[in-house]
């Protein structure tokens, strides 16, 4: 199962990292698509607006339940996620749902290569995504890697129940707003520390209050 799931991660980081070798059967059936297709003959910008209106929910909560091991019947447990509102405090809203394993954001991404590139990020980029409790969080994100790098990088609007620690704000990479629970919000700027020299630059998080 573990060799399973280091082989997934290993493909879509080859996704990722690369399009179709000249040459090879993936560019053929990638230009054909690009020919055939009626979705892939639309404008990009027509594309990427419906890719919006299907992928953009709001919030995405990653919860666990606990396996219980009952005799006779036992019950599932595992990550499962739910969506709310972006306004939703997810710490007090109830939960529902079941102990199902988050196994994708999303059916289109496996369709076809081309599908891969344009939406595998959009579930992370366009939703803000929060955790049902900070040691959820650590397990789904640093312990388990659950998120392969260049998702979580895309992130760009946590909920989250504290402070996150210099390296975990790291880990993620790509945050822009981290919604605390206490209803402060904290904003990322980059600032010039030398105008003369681009490369100098450090980064500061303005605080606000009642998101």
């Known amino acids: 199962m573990q ?5 997934q991660r290993k493909v879509r980081h080859e996704l990722h990292k690369s399009f179709p070798k000249p040459g090879s059967l993936e560019l053929e059936l990638w230009e054909r698509n690009q020919q ?3 979705f892939f003959r639309l404008p990009p910008e027509l594309r990427n607006r419906i890719y919006e209106l299907v992928l953009s929910v709001g919030q995405i909560n990653v919860c666990y339940k606990r396996w219980e091991h009952k005799p006779r019947r036992p019950v599932e447990g595992g990550f499962w996620c739910r969506l709310l509102d972006t306004t939703q405090n997810p710490w007090t809203t109830p939960g529902t749902g079941t102990g199902t394993e988050l196994h994708g954001m999303t059916l289109l991404s496996p369709v076809c ?4 590139h344009e939406t595998a990020l959009l579930p992370y980029s366009m939703n803000a995504w929060s955790f049902e409790s900070p040691h959820v969080m650590d397990r789904y994100v640093v312990k388990e890697k659950r998120l392969p790098r260049p998702q979580r990088r895309a992130i760009r ?8 620690t210099t390296a975990t704000e ?4 790509g945050l822009e707003v981290i919604l605390l629970q206490g209803g402060i919000k904290m904003t990322k700027h980059v600032v010039d520390v030398d105008p003369d020299n681009a490369g100098r630059r450090t980064i500061v998080w303005d ?3 009642h998101w």
Not at 3 to 7: A, G, S
Not at 170 to 173: E, R, S, W
């Open 36 to 38: 055939v297709s009626p």
């Open 157 to 164: 609007m946590l909920y989250s129940q504290h402070v996150l």
């Open 170 to 173: 790291k880990f993620f990479g």
């Open 207 to 209: 605080v606000s209050h």
């Open 113 to 116: 290569r081309q599908l891969y």
């Open 3 to 7: 060799q399973n799931k280091e082989r």
